[in-house]
């Protein structure tokens, strides 16, 4: 059964930084890609990152150069390094997986998501 939690929300102040956290179980990491999705109120949920299970990485261009997706294999979590935060990036995160080694436009299971309000 997989499930995937969230964590490492909150409140910040324009410019700050978090990272949020996202533990996988039912499945092994690394044999799957993975993806950080966001969704404010009144606005379609977009990906602001994803990784494959061979490390391969993107970014929209709203999130380039600020945000990291990383993951550790061993600890079965998946990271997201938020820099030089701004409040049009408030909004609830998800992550996801897509049960798939390669693909990363298609994902099949979500977590809860956790808050980020930049103000």
């Known amino acids: 059964h997989v499930q995937l939690v969230e964590s490492g929300g909150g409140s910040v102040q324009p410019g700050g930084s978090l990272t949020l956290s996202c533990t996988a179980s039912g499945f092994r990491l690394d044999d799957y890609s993975m993806g950080w999705f966001r969704q404010a109120p009144g606005n379609a949920r977009e990906a602001v990152a994803t990784?494959?299970?061979?490390?391969?990485?993107s970014y929209p261009a709203s999130v380039k150069g600020r945000f990291t997706i990383s993951k550790d294999n061993a600890e079965n979590t998946v990271y997201l390094q938020m820099n030089c935060l701004k409040s049009e990036d408030t909004a609830l995160y998800y992550c996801a997986t897509s049960k798939s080694a390669y693909e990363t436009t298609q994902f099949a299971d979500w977590g809860q998501g956790t808050q980020v309000t930049v103000s």
């Open positions: 990784i494959d299970s061979g490390g391969y990485y």
